[in-house]
Structure formats: C-alpha cells, structure tokens
C-alpha cells in the first residue's frame, strides 16, 4: 500500500494520510469488538439449544450442548424473545452453580431444573405466574430463591429435597400451595403462609424434619395456625404438624400425611375432638415412643403410623371397627397391644415386621384378619383366635417362628385361607377359655408412661403374665423415692397407674426427670419421664 504526503500551504505542519486512516481503522475496530461482544452477550452462553415456540414468535431455551458452571440466558436471541425454559430444560446438570435468567422468561417448565445438585441460588423472574412441578427438586446446594410477588401457584414437589433452603418466603399473592412442595426441606425452621392462600390440598412441608413454627396471616379466610399446627377453617382439619406441635381442641381430622416425616416428634396428644386420623398420618415418625387414640376416633387411615420404629406404647380408642392396611407396619419396638372390642377387621399387613411385638390380645368380637397381618412378628409367642374369626388371610403369620396359635374353634373355618399358615405353626384347637387366653398371651412388661413430658398427669401402663406382688415406685434423679403407686398384690393382665407430680407428702415436685421401677417376683424394670411445669 502507498501513501503520499501532503504539503498545505500556509503551513508549516506536514499531515499524514496514512495517519488519518490508521485512526479511522482502530476505531472501526473498536466499533466492530463492540458489536461482536454485545452479539455475543446476545447469544448467551454457548451450547444452549433455542426451539421456536409460540407460533415461531419466540423461543424456548434448554441446555442443549452447553458445560458451564454460570448460564446466562439472553434476552434476545436471532431478533425474538426468549419467553421460556423448557420442561426438564436443565435437568440433573450438576456443574451449574448460578444462572442468569432475564425478565423476558414467563414459564419456568416442570423439572426445569430438577437435580441441578450444585446451583445455589435462583432468581425468579417478576413475569413467572407459576412453578411448576419438580422445577427445582432435589437442588440440594441451593439456600437462597427469590419468589416474586408474580407467582399465584406453587404446585407439588417444586422445591422438593432442597436441604440446604433454611428459609422461604411465599410472596403474598400464592393462592395455591401443591402437596409435598417443599417435601425433604430439612433445614427449614419455620414458615409463613398468606392470606392469599385459598387452596392446600395436602401437607406442602412432609420430611420438614426441623420445622418447629407454621404461622398463617391472621386475616386468611381459609386456613388458620394454632400451636404451630396449619388448619383448614372449613372443615377443622389439621394439615400440617410439626415436632413441637400441639393439637388444638375443635380439630376434627388429622389430614393426609400431616406429620409424614417429623421425625423429631416423640410423643402428641390427640384431643377428643378428632374423629379421623388420615392415610400415613404419622408415617415415618421414627421419634414418636407412643400414642393414644380416644374413643372418639373411628377410623385410622391406611399406613397412618408405618414405620414408627420407636413406638412403644399404643392404645386404642374404644369406636374403633377395623385397624386399616398397613396402620403400625415396621413398628419394631412395639411390644404388646390390645384390640379394643369394638374392632371386627385388622387389615392386610396391620402389623407386619412388628419384631419386637410379644404380647396381643384380639377383640372378642374380631370376624377376620387380613393377609400378612403379622407377617414377621418374630418375637410374637402365642395368640389366641376367638370363635368369632370368620376369615384369616394368605400368609398371616408367615415368619413368626416362635408362635403357638390357640384357636377357640374346634377345626378350621372354612372361610379361612389354605395359606393363611404356610410355616405349619402349631396350632391347639378348640377348648381354651377366656382365663387361658390371658395367661397364654400377656407377659410381665412396663411400659412406658403417657403423656411424656407431661403436665399435670401421666398414665404407667403395665402387664402381669401371673397374680404376683408388685411395687411401683418414683424416683428423682438423685435416687431419692418420691412417691410408692403400687405396692400389693395384682392379678394378671393389664394395668394402668397415673401420678399427677405429688410426692409421698401430699407436695407438688418441681419440674424434671423421674424415674419409675416396677418390681415383681420375677421382673424389674426402671424407666424414665419427664415433668414440664
């Protein structure tokens, strides 16, 4: 390339062409890295996959072939508006740690980011109406989520398994709250519904093992929070519970999976008002030692305590017809129990893999057990059947090895079932009386008191296998007797004692740890309780 030199006259200064257009061509380059950067920027991080999507009016983006630890979502991409994230869009990418997404998104699809185990915050754009199913389940490094005031539904499991969100605002405006939204959340302490809400079909917060607060703005029409309980105000049914709730007086139905999960709950008082308690109501409530149902309770949902391993003492409202499917499976510290005779049917698998169970006594009254309904209650050494068992299912006994089975009929009933004893457990038929049963199936146990903690009274419960001498006394924890319940002698069967906190000098004892022994000819026992003033 040539350049030549230019003289101006009247002058002294010599001007370069060359010069000139070295200038213009660093600023056009400086122009064209503008536009190259900014059509860059447009295109947003590379890899990621844009599909026409509203009639070819805008885009919908996903991951496509993108490997980057920050997404950046643009605006724009080829001149239209990126409006969505597909469904499943980020699915299981576990590299991303944060993302961009722009105020031009309206849909954040189902899953979107479902198993984005390393995102750690999110930004929801001001246009989202709703989130979706799954959208972010099982993000389990994310702690922050900003939810606009935009949203009016939050459907189930969308923040499900997101251990490390400690805490979540949901903006007023939500009218929907889906079941098990927030499902596995378990760091999250406490929560505050709206008074927008109108609609919670099921428990929004199961395995929420560390929730201890639910509090509902007092002007919500639908819903109401009372002893860090949610409440349905129609129909007086308790949706949420936590491991420090208490169940208020009025509440007629303990709802679908209410405590699912709330494995720091170790004992609850159900109020007479209740009449139901509902499908895996108390399921996986591995914490919970005992329960008493009253007598104004009916019915007791499928799978209601499935799995409450810690459960030692259970007793049994008086109204009460049958004992549902799979009502105390896996409760294996369980270990006698009495069926009311107001029950007729126990369910298939009522109380299988019930391990340590040594020790029932059926209704009179009960026409038929289901099939497995003591499958694998190993500990589990005689039962007695009364005349009145009309059916017994498949495999009932199935894996109680040490069982003696006494039937009061003379031979089998035709409507049981040719499986219902496939390990050819000893049977006795016909002839055993009503005082022989209670011999052959009670054995000598202390069981643990209710409630516990306690204020002001607790109920010991107690078993005798023989008429023996038995001395219940309380102790402090400085070993000091506090008081003698029992000391005489008692018949076999069942007892009960309660201590209202008064000492053997007509005095209340101070708030605490005690400690109750049972000792018979044959049996000693110490166990622990705890009074809350």
Aim: hydrophobic share 40%; charged share 10%.
């Amino acid at each position: 390339m040539t350049f030549r030199i230019l003289e101006i006259k009247g002058s002294n200064k010599m001007f370069s062409s060359y010069t000139l257009l070295t200038k213009n061509i660093r600023g056009f380059i400086f122009i064209f890295f503008l536009y190259t950067v900014s059509l860059l920027m447009a295109q947003g991080t590379p890899g990621l996959l844009f599909t026409l999507t509203e009639g070819g009016t805008a885009y919908e983006v996903s991951k496509g072939t993108a490997n980057a630890s920050h997404i950046d979502i643009p605006e724009i991409y080829n001149e239209l508006p990126v409006k969505r994230i597909a469904d499943s869009g980020f699915e299981g990418d576990e590299t991303i740690i944060s993302i961009n997404i722009p105020q031009s998104i309206f849909v954040i699809g189902s899953a979107a980011f479902s198993g984005c185990s390393s995102l750690s915050s999110i930004n929801i754009p001001s246009g989202v109406n709703h989130i979706y199913p799954y959208t972010f389940q099982d993000c389990t490094a994310l702690n922050t989520v900003s939810i606009p005031n935009s949203i009016l539904i939050i459907y189930q499991y969308s923040f499900a398994g997101c251990i490390s969100l400690t805490t979540i605002t949901i903006p007023n405006g939500v009218t929907y709250l889906g079941f098990r939204a927030f499902d596995g959340c378990s760091s999250l302490s406490s929560v505050m519904i709206p008074n927008t809400i109108e609609q919670i079909p099921e428990n929004p917060f199961t395995y929420c093992e560390n929730l201890v607060s639910i509090i509902v703005e007092e002007d919500n029409p639908y819903y109401r929070s009372e002893g860090n309980c949610l409440i349905n105000i129609i129909d007086q049914s308790l949706i949420t519970g936590t491991k420090n709730s208490v169940i208020p007086e009025g509440i007629v139905s303990i709802s679908e999976n209410s405590f699912a999960g709330c494995s720091g709950l170790t004992s609850i008082i159900i109020p007479e008002s209740v009449t139901d308690i509902g499908i895996t109501a108390f399921f996986d409530c591995i914490g919970l030692i005992l329960i008493s149902i009253p007598d104004s309770v009916t019915s007791i949902g499928i799978g209601a305590f499935f799995n409450c391993s810690e459960l030692i003492t259970v007793t049994l409202g008086n109204n009460l017809s049958s004992i549902s499917e799979n009502a105390f499976t896996g409760c294996s510290s369980l270990a006698s129990i009495t069926i009311p005779n107001s029950v007729l049917t126990i369910n298939n698998e009522a109380f299988a893999s019930c391990t340590n169970l040594a020790t029932i006594i059926l209704s009179d009254n009960i026409e038929e057990l289901g099939s497995y309904t003591f499958f694998n209650c190993s500990s589990l050494s005689t039962i007695f059947l009364p005349i009145s068992v009309e059916s017994v299912g498949y495999w009932t006994f199935s894996g109680c090895s040490s069982l003696t089975i006494y039937a009061e009929a003379m031979n089998q009933p035709p409507g049981w079932d040719s499986s219902w004893n496939p390990d050819d457990l000893p049977v006795v038929w016909g002839g055993v009386s009503s005082v022989d049963k209670n011999i052959e199936t009670v054995q000598t146990a202390l069981q643990s008191n209710y409630p516990n903690p306690f204020n002001p009274e607790t109920t010991i419960h107690y078993t005798l296998k023989n008429t023996t001498n038995v001395l219940l006394e309380i102790y402090n924890v400085k070993g000091q007797r506090v008081l003698i319940l029992i000391n005489k002698v008692q018949q076999s069967g069942f007892h009960q004692v309660s201590w209202n906190g008064i000492n053997e000098y007509g005095q209340p004892v101070s708030s605490g740890m005690y400690f109750y022994s049972m000792i018979t000819d044959d049996y000693h026992s110490v166990k622990s309780m705890i009074l809350i003033k």
